[in-house]
């Protein structure tokens, strides 16, 4: 009985499916978890859109697709401005994602998909079986549930009731042949850890791939760059693990940031970054002018050493050449015509505050 069973599964064809390449496996669910405010559901969004328009997220592509995301926290009108944000950066329009984006923006509404009845078992809403009806027809290649707190209304640190619902979301990928995704905030404890937990294990334990979006901090847990962020891969049954991609804000998305050592390197030199111009904006306003010439009396990098004994004249020298490609800051004269001097100075952006 077990050989008959066996033999029309054992195939030698047979190879595994991704909805992400080595990251998110098809028919299966994920995690995406991170705090609040953090940019999962950014993030989130952005690699739906990369199923749709066949573009690369973070550094691996996707495989193409619709998308269909049950969002529980944004309105329409917020949705609608990231999703332009998102299309405009993979140079397309909104009108690209139309067909193939399937939103259901649930703010302010009952978004339970799951809770658990006088026994404590598991049962499924009248959303939850509109969310699976309507997977089957469109046939996603992902599906975006955010955020776990809004969909699940059973007890997140209840090991058999969580199972249940990862159960019951598993059911949905099959049934639509693709890979769910939801997102999640740590608790407490999971942000002090680093492991991005929250609740029972079994969230861990009963997903297949799970990933954590969290700040760059020092050792002190200070976030030099407001804009920096870290996506660890935490978990990955089918792929590699552990793989780390630091991602940058830049108008309106993330995106990933070149290679340049490790996270305390890159937190380093933001903080270095963060630094010089801090430093530049007392100086500014204390009217002391420091410049870019490295005999000159009033140079930058050494004249803010001085003044900051935790970052040394080297490290200052890189935080301005980086801010100068960056054009965060430039070169100005000033004085008389008749005895010109150069500056640096901040380069503004248009509502910044020096």
Request: glycine share 8%; proline share 5%; charged share 25%.
């Amino acid at each position: 009985w077990v050989g008959q069973r066996l033999q029309p599964i054992l195939r030698q064809d047979v190879r595994r499916e991704w909805a992400v390449p080595d990251r998110f496996p098809l028919r299966n669910v994920g995690l995406l978890s991170g705090e609040g405010a953090i940019g999962k559901s950014l993030l989130l969004k952005q690699l739906g859109a990369a199923h749709i328009l066949a573009k690369d997220w973070l550094q691996t592509l996707p495989d193409p697709g619709d998308f269909l995301y049950a969002n529980a926290e944004d309105e329409e009108d917020e949705l609608h401005r990231r999703f332009a944000d998102i299309a405009a950066h993979y140079g397309a329009s909104l009108a690209e994602l139309k067909n193939h984006l399937h939103v259901l923006a649930l703010a302010g509404q009952d978004a339970v998909l799951a809770y658990p009845d006088r026994s404590g078992l598991i049962k499924a809403t009248p959303l939850f079986h509109k969310i699976t009806e309507a997977a089957r027809d469109i046939r996603p290649k992902l599906i975006g549930l955010d955020t776990s707190a809004d969909i699940f209304a059973g007890n997140e640190n209840d090991r058999a009731q969580v199972r249940q619902f990862i159960g019951m979301l598993r059911g949905l990928a099959i049934a639509a042949n693709a890979a769910v995704i939801v997102a999640t905030h740590p608790s407490l404890t999971g942000i002090n850890s680093g492991t991005g937990i929250s609740g029972s294990t079994a969230w861990h334990n009963s997903v297949r791939a799970r990933a954590y979006m969290r700040s760059i901090k020092t050792q002190d847990g200070i976030e030099p760059d407001k804009d920096l962020r870290v996506v660890e891969f935490m978990k990955s049954n089918y792929g590699p693990v552990a793989e780390t991609i630091t991602v940058r804000w830049k108008a309106g998305v993330y995106v990933p940031e070149p290679k340049t050592g490790s996270l305390e390197k890159i937190a380093a030199d933001a903080q270095a970054d963060s630094a010089f111009l801090d430093l530049l904006n007392r100086f500014s306003a204390q009217g002391r002018n420091v410049g870019e010439g490295k005999t000159s009396r009033n140079y930058a990098p050494a004249m803010f050493s001085r003044e900051n004994s935790g970052i040394t004249k080297h490290q200052f020298e890189n935080a301005m050449h980086r801010l100068f490609r960056e054009k965060k800051i430039c070169v100005e004269p000033y004085g008389r015509a008749s005895n010109p001097h150069k500056r640096i100075a901040r380069v503004m952006n248009k509502g910044e505050d020096a």
